[in-house]
Nanobody, 127 residues
């Protein structure tokens, strides 16, 4: 059984930085693409960033490109999201998720292609 546990959320001011971390239990972490999603109040869940199983390829939503950086450590079974220059519109619950397919060659942005999800960590950015 796979478990994903996010941490690192909090209340910050616009322009600040936060680093979210996701720790995965279970086997074979290193052969699955991983993604970060977020859900703001009253809105649908949306893709934020993804990283290929090998770690060499990343992909970002336009809204966070240039401000957020996703990384992973396959020796520690972790995937992080460094968030810089935060804006009030980044306020949301952030979730990490695992791609349902092993060693997928592309990063998928639709949440139905992710089968395991963490419980989420809340980020609030005040103006």
């Amino acid at each position: 059984q796979v478990q994903l546990v996010e941490s690192g959320g909090g209340l910050v001011q616009a322009g600040d930085s936060l680093r979210l971390s996701c720790a995965a239990s279970g086997r074979a972490f290193g052969i699955y693409n991983m993604g970060w999603f977020r859900q703001a109040p009253g809105k649908e869940r949306e893709f934020v960033a993804g990283i290929k199983w090998s770690g060499g390829v990343t992909y970002y939503a336009d809204a966070v490109k240039g401000r957020f950086t996703i990384s992973r450590d396959n020796t520690k079974n972790t995937v992080d999201l460094q968030m810089n220059s935060l804006k009030p519109e980044d306020t949301a619950v952030y979730y990490c998720a695992r791609d349902r397919r092993q060693t997928r060659s592309v990063i998928i942005t639709t949440d139905r292609e992710y089968d395991y999800w963490g419980q989420g960590t809340r980020v609030i950015v005040s103006s």
